[in-house]
């Protein structure tokens, strides 16, 4: 059984020059903490299965370190110290202590992507939204209503008015799809 081929993800870099993390990098990792944390995944079988999940855990760990560079907050500056620790240390040699350093390692790995959904980095939402370039980036769940300013910031990045227009994080502009006035000179008002 080998766990090292699940999908791989990829960092992108935005426009204003943050690292933001790409959809797919967070989805993999999730990938690789449900082998752990899942009641239903199946045990792995030995210690060559256990240190293959370690290693993928600790490219995570990597690849979820850019998205917090130049933005990282106390908690999420601590998590990712937390998670660093635990990837650098040696990876006991009897299966049940490796076992128990996977759990740990895992753990340390979900507590970053949680932070970096609270910072704005990722998508914390189990269904992920969609990017602020796909065609449906109005889909993504609301993160922030003001509705005192008339619009809300998605989860993406995306800002909706009540206008329906938006703007994207790269500053484009998407013009308002307002729907027509009902026609009333037609032979329906008669």
């Known amino acids: 059984m080998s766990l090292l081929r699940l999908p791989r993800g990829t960092v992108r870099s935005q426009p204003s020059g943050h690292t933001v993390q790409s959809r797919s990098v967070v989805a ?8 752990v944390l899942d009641e239903n995944a199946p045990l792995l079988d030995g210690d060559r299965d256990v240190n293959d999940v370690i290693l993928r855990l600790r490219g995570h760990l990597m690849e979820l370190g850019h998205a917090a560079l130049g933005r990282p907050g106390p908690a ?11 990837a650098n240390a040696d990876v006991p040699t009897q299966y049940l202590d490796a076992r128990i350093h996977l759990r740990t390692l895992t753990t340390a790995v979900a507590t970053v992507i949680n932070e970096l959904a609270a910072v704005g980095l990722v998508c914390g939402h189990l269904v992920e939204c969609p990017p602020a370039t796909a065609r449906d980036c109005e889909a993504a769940k609301i993160r922030v209503h003001r509705p005192e300013i008339g619009c809300s910031e ?3 990045g995306v800002l909706v008015f009540e206008d329906t227009g938006c703007l994207l994080p790269s500053g484009a502009v998407i013009s308002p799809r307002r729907p027509l006035p009902p026609d009333t000179t037609g032979p329906a008002s008669w």
């Open 28 to 35: 993999a990792a999730r990938e690789t903490l449900a082998l």
């Open 76 to 86: 999420l500056e601590t998590a990712l110290a937390a998670a660093r620790k635990v």
């Open 154 to 156: 998605l989860c993406n």
